[in-house]
Structure formats: C-alpha cells, structure tokens
C-alpha cells in the first residue's frame, strides 16, 4: 500500500522558516516527479508551488521563488520543502504528490497544516 505522510506544518511568525518533509511507503519517490502543493483556506483550487522531476530538475511558482527550496533525498525515500522567509499569504494546507499522471500514478499525502502570523 502506497502512503505518503506530510509533518513540519505549524505556526510560525512571517519572516521565519518550516521544513516539510514527506516521507514515502510502499513506493520509491525516486520513481516518478513529485510536487508540492497547496491549499489556502477558501480556496477551492490547490496550487502548485514547486515540482521536481526525475532528473532533479526544480520547478517554482512565482510566488514562492527565491524562498522555497525542493529536494528529495531518495535513501530516505523522503522529499522536502523548505521554507524561508514565510509571509502570511503562504497559509495554507500543503500536500505533496508523485506521480501527477493518474493513468500512470498520482498518490497525495493527506496535508499539514502552515499558518503564518503577522
């Protein structure tokens, strides 16, 4: 059975750092591209906010560039997502995905929780 497990959320004051983890069973992370993504309260929509292929190349949104950091270390078979420098537009549900392509495979954690204070 594949899982994937989000931890690191919780409340932090803007301008600080979290580190998201999400951590892979069942499944080599190293298989597929992974994403992180999220979800900000009324929003209906989740958004990307950066991906990573197979080759390790990284992908940002507009809005997280510069301060979030992709990586996946496949001997723990784990992937992150730093986060520096949190605004408070950055709250949200965070939710990390391999694969992407449901006729091939696209597995979600079940999301932790960032909230960013003034």
């Known amino acids: 059975q594949v899982q994937l497990v989000e931890s690191g959320g919780g409340l932090v004051q803007a301008g600080e750092s979290l580190r998201l983890s999400c951590a892979a069973s069942?499944?080599?992370?190293?298989?597929?591209?992974m994403g992180w993504y999220r979800q900000a309260p009324g929003k209906k929509q989740r958004e990307l906010v950066a991906?990573?292929?197979?080759?390790?190349?990284?992908n940002y949104s507009d809005s997280v560039k510069g301060r979030f950091t992709i990586s996946r270390d496949n001997a723990k078979n784990t992937a992150y997502l730093q986060m520096n420098s949190l605004k408070v537009e950055d709250t949200a549900v965070y939710y990390c995905?391999?694969?992407?392509?449901?006729?091939?495979?696209?597995?979600w954690g079940q999301g932790t929780q960032v909230t960013v204070s003034s």
């Open positions: 069942g499944i080599s992370l190293s298989i597929d591209d």
């Open positions: 995905q391999l694969g992407g392509r449901p006729w091939i495979r696209d597995y």
């Open positions: 991906s990573i292929n197979i080759g390790g190349t990284t």
